[in-house]
């Protein structure tokens, strides 16, 4: 039952040594792949980081979460507004940056993201979304164009930690019958 995986997942911040294998890693991808889109723009990029350097400055760069680099692999999640129109191309976008087209992108690239944390938890891994990056701070550690908004960056590794469930609110507290 997918409530039942929903369920189950939670952020892992331990990993263990063991590596990710290729195949599981795929499975992860190809589930973002799969996401839904506005007007199927599928407005995405996805960055797979091993190497232990990089990985490293990735951590720096989302505020010195050195824990991030323990992880043997590090998926970062890009929005390209110029999925939108090839008119953003070259455009400089941050934080800053107003606009629906901004908005779409990340909405959708939220969703591939949602998809790869699910199959994570479904291949037996555990990972989180990280997000305390500035794109100033992250961009340069990758290459990442001015024009790409850098989303999540997610580390991926066998759990070594059994997260408890963080509270939610009711659902009583967050629903509305038929108007607000
Ligand atoms: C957009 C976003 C950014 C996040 N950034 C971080 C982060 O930088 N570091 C971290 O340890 N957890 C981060 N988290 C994880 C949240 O703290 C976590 O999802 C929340 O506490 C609920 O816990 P759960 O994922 O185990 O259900 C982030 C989650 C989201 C959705």
Known sequence: MMIAAIRHRKSVRKF???PVEEEKLMEILEAARLAPSGNNKQPWYFIVVKNENVK?????????????????????????????????????VDEE???????????????????????VDNQGLGACWCGAFTQKTI??????PDDKFVLAVIPVGYPA????????KDLNSI?????W
């Open 97 to 119: 940056t107003s606009g629906f087209d901004l908005k779409r992108v990340l909405r959708d690239t939220t969703i591939a993201i949602t998809q790869i944390l699910l199959e």
């Open 139 to 144: 961009r340069p550690v990758l290459n990442i």
């Open 56 to 92: 490293q400055d990735v951590a720096i760069a989302t505020n010195n979460q050195m824990w991030i680099a323990s992880a043997p692999v590090v998926i970062v999640a890009i929005a390209d507004i110029c999925a939108r129109s090839e008119n953003y191309t070259g455009m400089y």
């Open 175 to 179: 629903l509305r019958y038929e108007t």
């Open 16 to 18: 263990q040594e063991t």
């Open 161 to 168: 930690e059994e997260p408890k469930a963080k509270p939610r």
